[in-house]
């Protein structure tokens, strides 16, 4: 075992189980129930993931309607912005705007990113009740993106988080690198399992395992949830599959056979993957829930809706949608007309 995983374990297993107890009671209420669940969550990562790295300004006006046209289609969670420098994300330099315009609706779920200390006053300001931060497993992947080492972000990490608990915030953890690294290539089950153990103990209440760079089949998704799931509960876990080698849905089903019932995605497919120019990126949400459905299980989501609205919003960005499902329908619906 290399030397950041041992002193992961040693510090996994001399966390206190007093405050591993104090956090289960406040938090782990928002838990998904899973395993034998007919149901699935779907977060949606468009308005937020999907849209921070376009080129184009997308004007404000733009962004809350995308925002409140997916809430509308019954999506349970629709990440909103990100409370970042816009100095680092320009795109997301009309986050206070964005978040205090759009017409929230009972019963959905707004996070936001947030992932240093002040990005979390400035969340909150803005009104929201849940934020999210992220890490990733590699030493590489940690210091070309945040300028630290592994150990320096998840000390990080948890400090933001136990901030942000403390103001009565929800905290969801993202896991970046979890198939595969664009520096390291193949990535330890092991090491997966041990940082999200480290966001677990920290007090997310889930902790979303991201393929950041779409590189995982079902076999290496299989090989990284038989570790995770021993240390961390399989209701506060998620997916988050990049679809640059095709795999997401893959990735995804067998995920769903691990008793994993969250899955993030991105209205028609938005956002791409920097590390493999050209290729698709977030997994498209059309897709999840076309198989979804035709699988058996609820989502609440409509599938009608999500293709209108996945037409729409690839039309603003003056291209086609990376919806392979939403592209289907909607030339199947045309055709009727």
Known sequence: MNRFASSMLRSTTTSSALTKAALTASMRQYSTPATASNFVKIV????????????????????????ERLANAGLPVVEATSFVSPKWVPQMGDNHEVFTKIQKKPNVGYPVLAPNIRGVDNAIAAGASEVAMFTAVTESFNRKNTNCSTEEAIDRMEQVTKAALDKGLKVRGYVSCVLGCPYEGVVSPIAVAQMAKRMYDAGCYEISLGDTIGVGTAGSMGLM??????????????????DTYGQALANILKALEYGIRVVDSSVAGLGGCPYAPGAKGNVATEDVVYMLHGMGFDTGVSLKSLVEIGAWISEKLGRETNSRAGAALKLRRESRL
């Open 44 to 67: 949606e990562v468009g308005p937020r993931d999907g849209l921070q790295n376009e080129k184009q300004v997308i004007p404000a006006p733009v962004k809350i309607e995308l925002i």
């Open 225 to 242: 949830l038989e570790e995770v799931i021993k240390v961390v509960p399989t209701e506060a876990l998620a997916v988050h599959c990049h």
